[in-house]
Nanobody
Framework: QVQLVESGGGLVQAGGSLRLSCAAS????????RGWYRQLPGNQREMVAY???????NYADSVKGRFTISGDGARNTVYLQMNTLKPEDTAVYYC?????????WGRGTQVTVSS
């Protein structure tokens, strides 16, 4: 059974930084990619950052230059370094791992940025 556990969320003032971590267990097939999405109540989940197994990265325009995604293949982890945070970054952040089984999601971690 695949399990993803996020950590690192919290409350931070605008301009501050947070680092999200996500550790996956129970994955016994190749990981094609891993990433981070976020969601506000009543809104659709949106992609924030994604990294493929080949190391290619993709970012939402709203976070380019401020957020950095990285992954540790040996440890099945993915990280999101978030700098210069803005109030509009406030959301629940979910990690995702993509394998031949499809997408596996974490339960989410709340990030709140105060102005």
């Amino acid at each position: 059974q695949v399990q993803l556990v996020e950590s690192g969320g919290g409350l931070v003032q605008a301009g501050g930084s947070l680092r999200l971590s996500c550790a996956a267990s129970g994955i016994t097939v190749s990981i094609n990619g891993r990433g981070w999405y976020r969601q506000l109540p009543g809104n659709q989940r949106e992609m924030v950052a994604y990294i493929t197994s080949g190391g290619n990265t993709n970012y939402a325009d709203s976070v380019k230059g401020r957020f950095t995604i990285s992954g540790d293949g040996a440890r099945n982890t993915v990280y999101l370094q978030m700098n210069t945070l803005k109030p509009e970054d406030t959301a629940v952040y979910y990690c995702v791992f993509t394998t031949g089984w499809g997408n596996s999601w974490g339960r989410g971690t709340q990030v709140t940025v105060s102005s």
